[in-house]
């Protein structure tokens, strides 16, 4: 059994055939979380979670690039779909989260890829990220809910911000799509948080050493996710990725490890049901 802890069947990329992933992901033993990065797609992400019995869970959020500051131009995903909030509606995301089905609050954090180009702009848009941040942190508080962060080109102010709230600072959490440095891993472990890794581990990113940050990695704070329809895993032929494609993430792992598919899928999987209480 294999636990996709980062999906996103719920996204506009598998309008057209989403039953029939899901039922091939099941059949094959093969669990997922879908992940909201808005109202629209967290909705979703409960609906698809809620229509099946098991092996399909759900998380909510409102992700960083979807917060519509007015200091950027919004580039439209197509993968997606184009679903801008211009603030965080607290109540609404609680309300949504009180399905059972709901295991966590993501994927939410800062991502300062795309940014203004003026200091003052860019300091302001930093600033309503943190806020978004701190706000989500509140409500996986208030639920007693783990937190998937998403972090990209800040993992500083993401340590920096948690340092600075203790009181939000989640106790369980993962860092979703990890891109970082040994440094950075070594700060997140210390959090005690688990670390997820999905077909960017097969990229030659400058001053990330991928082989190096799994090494140094606990069995147990590895967490194994695709980030589908993202991300394809190096092996796979198709466009897009999909949930049964996390074994190729397990096999490298492993590998990297130097234990076999089978103890690596068995470790994960205990992770991810400790992690989302699944």
Same mark, same amino acid.
């Given at each position: 059994?294999?636990?996709?802890?980062?999906?996103?069947?719920?996204?506009?990329?598998?309008?057209?055939?989403?039953?029939?992933?899901?039922?091939?992901?099941?059949?094959?033993?093969?669990?997922?979380?879908?992940?909201?990065?808005?109202?629209?797609?967290?909705?979703?992400?409960?609906?698809?979670?809620?229509?099946?019995?098991?092996?399909?869970?759900?998380?909510?959020?409102?992700?960083?690039?979807?917060?519509?500051?007015?200091?950027?131009?919004?580039?439209?995903?197509?993968?997606?779909?184009?679903?801008?909030?211009?603030?965080?509606?607290?109540?609404?995301?609680?309300?949504?989260?009180?399905?059972?089905?709901?295991?966590?609050?993501?994927?939410?954090?800062?991502?300062?890829?795309?940014?203004?180009?003026?200091?003052?702009?860019?300091?302001?848009?930093?600033?309503?990220?943190?806020?978004?941040?701190?706000?989500?942190?509140?409500?996986?508080?208030?639920?007693?809910?783990?937190?998937?962060?998403?972090?990209?080109?800040?993992?500083? /102010?993401?340590?920096? %911000?948690?340092?600075?709230? +203790?009181? @939000?600072? &989640? =106790?369980?959490?993962? *860092?979703?799509?990890?891109?970082?440095?040994?440094?950075?891993?070594?700060?997140?472990?210390?959090?005690?948080?688990?670390?997820?890794?999905?077909?960017?581990?097969?990229?030659?990113?400058?001053?990330?050493?991928?082989?190096?940050?799994?090494?140094?990695?606990?069995? /147990?704070?590895?967490? %194994?996710?695709?980030?589908? +329809?993202? @991300?394809? &895993? =190096?092996?796979?032929? *198709?466009?897009?990725?999909?949930?049964?494609?996390?074994?190729?993430?397990?096999?490298?792992?492993?590998?990297?490890?130097?234990?076999?598919?089978?103890?690596?899928?068995?470790?994960?999987?205990?992770?991810?049901?400790?992690?989302?209480?699944?």
């Amino acid at each position: 059994m294999l636990i996709d802890t980062h999906a996103h069947l719920n996204f506009r990329a598998f309008e057209k055939d989403r039953e029939k992933v899901i039922k091939k992901c099941l059949e094959n033993n093969v669990w997922m979380i879908n992940v909201g990065s808005n109202f629209k797609t967290s909705k979703k992400a409960v609906e698809i979670a809620e229509s099946s019995e098991k092996g399909i869970s759900a998380s909510i959020g409102l992700h960083p690039i979807n917060l519509d500051t007015g200091l950027i131009k919004l580039k439209p995903d197509k993968l997606e779909g184009e679903n801008y909030e211009k603030e965080f509606d607290y109540e609404r995301y609680k309300s949504l989260a009180s399905s059972k089905k709901v295991v966590a609050i993501g994927e939410i954090g800062l991502d300062y890829y795309w940014k203004p180009k003026t200091k003052k702009k860019k300091e302001l848009f930093k600033d309503k990220q943190r806020e978004l941040l701190l706000q989500q942190l509140k409500l996986a508080k208030e639920l007693n809910l783990p937190v998937i962060f998403h972090c990209r080109m800040a993992n500083n /102010d993401l340590f920096k %911000i948690l340092s600075e709230n +203790p009181d @939000l600072r &989640p =106790k369980k959490a993962v *860092a979703h799509s990890f891109v970082g440095t040994v440094d950075d891993i070594k700060k997140d472990l210390d959090l005690g948080y688990y670390i997820g890794f999905n077909g960017i581990i097969f990229k030659n990113i400058e001053g990330i050493d991928f082989k190096k940050v799994i090494e140094i990695t606990p069995l /147990d704070k590895i967490l %194994i996710e695709t980030d589908c +329809p993202y @991300l394809v &895993p =190096k092996g796979v032929e *198709a466009k897009r990725n999909e949930p049964i494609f996390v074994k190729y993430i397990a096999e490298h792992i492993a590998k990297v490890k130097k234990i076999s598919f089978e103890k690596l899928a068995e470790i994960t999987t205990q992770n991810a049901r400790e992690l989302f209480n699944i």
